[in-house]
């Protein structure tokens, strides 16, 4: 939740800026600004199925002027700190106690280097899922979702300058559809 009011307030900050003043282009800028922010959030398998992503995006006359993505995933207590509550009531209800539901993104240090020495990824997962945030932001939606179509998972990830992940395909999936889901 923090993240999604972090996202609004900063969306909300660049387009009272951008919307300042009186000239021509600005004055179509400060029209759009005036639009409603809308925001979506998906759960989605952008990755496999031994974890789960949560996508936001904010959407502003069509156009997605932020995007937020992280996955979550069963770790290791011994290597990662687990979501709010995985040491109360909550986390009773794990399967295996050594393990605990967490945030990739939160535990960002582990994972790339888990990616490191699994897939050789020379890009921190952090780092990743921002290159593909910010491909996404300041596209329209109806662009977002032809790059989907036409291009394919291999073409998307030589797209995003910035990523390596096999997967971005799946994780600007998830934008797109938190951006649709906006409301």
């Not at 709010?84 to 909550?90: G, K």
């Not at 596209?139 to 291999?154: C, G, N, P, Q, W």
């Not at 990830?157 to 998830?174: E, F, I, K, N, P």
């Given at each position: 939740?923090k993240?999604?009011t ?7 900050m660049a ?7 009186n ?17 979506g ?6 990755h496999g199925?031994?974890?789960?992503t ?7 006359n069509?156009?997605i ?17 687990g ?7 909550f986390g ?7 393990v ?14 888990h990616m ?10 952090d ?11 300041g ?15 291999e073409?998307?990830v ?5 990523a390596?992940?096999?997967d ?7 934008i797109?559809?938190?951006a649709?889901?906006?409301?």
């Amino acid at each position: 939740m923090k993240k999604v009011t972090k996202l609004l307030l900063v969306a909300g900050m660049a387009l009272t800026v951008a919307g300042v003043g009186n000239s021509g282009a600005l004055n179509h800028v400060s029209s759009a600004a005036s639009a409603p922010l809308k925001v979506g959030r998906v759960e989605a398998a952008a990755h496999g199925t031994k974890c789960f992503t949560v996508a936001v995006a904010v959407v502003q006359n069509g156009v997605i002027v932020a995007a937020s993505l992280d996955d979550y995933q069963f770790l290791s207590t011994d290597v990662a700190k687990g979501v709010p509550n995985s040491d109360s009531d909550f986390g009773e209800n794990y399967k295996d106690p050594a393990v605990v539901l967490a945030s990739k993104r939160a535990n960002n240090t582990y994972y790339s280097e888990h990616m490191k020495e699994a897939a050789k990824s020379t890009v921190a997962y952090d780092k990743n899922l921002a290159a593909i945030e910010k491909f996404a932001t300041g596209r329209t939606v109806k662009s977002l979702e032809a790059t989907l179509t036409h291009k394919s998972k291999e073409q998307v990830v030589d797209a995003v300058s910035g990523a390596t992940l096999v997967d971005t395909h799946g994780y600007l999936t998830a934008i797109l559809n938190a951006a649709k889901a906006a409301k």
